[in-house]
């Protein structure tokens, strides 16, 4: 088991930032990688950004040059920094991290562990 205790989120003007921090503990060795999803009100929880543990990283097209994930694997925590905020990146912010199952070098199953979730308000 993977728990994840995110915090950070806050409200914050149109065009301010927010650096959200995830602390991942228990059985961290067997994950695979970790990312950061949103979900705004009425609206499908979507991935925002995630980090390999290669370090490589990927972005939601609607916050690229704009948010940059990391982690300190020495403390086991994500992050993610927020620049230039826009009232569209209202949403609770959740933390997760995975592992996989593999036979043969093919995935079988995908276990997803979240954190409970941030708010993140961006005002006008």
């Known amino acids: 088991q993977v728990q994840l205790v995110e915090s950070g989120g806050g409200l914050v003007q149109a065009g301010g930032s927010l650096r959200l921090s995830c602390a991942a503990s228990?059985?961290?060795?067997?994950?695979?990688?970790m990312g950061w999803y949103r979900q705004a009100p009425g609206k499908q929880r979507e991935l925002v950004a995630a980090i390999s543990n290669g370090g490589s990283a990927n972005y939601a097209d609607s916050v690229k040059g704009r948010f940059t994930i990391s982690r300190d694997n020495a403390k086991n925590t994500l992050y993610l920094q927020m620049n230039s905020l826009k009232p569209e990146d209202t949403a609770v912010y959740y933390c997760?991290?995975?592992?996989?199952?593999?036979?043969?070098?093919?995935?079988?199953?995908?276990?997803?562990?979240w954190g409970q979730g941030t708010q993140v308000t961006v005002s006008s």
């Open positions: 228990g059985s961290i060795f067997s994950i695979n990688a």
């Open positions: 997760n991290a995975y592992r996989t199952d593999q036979a043969m070098g093919v995935v079988t199953r995908r276990y997803d562990y």
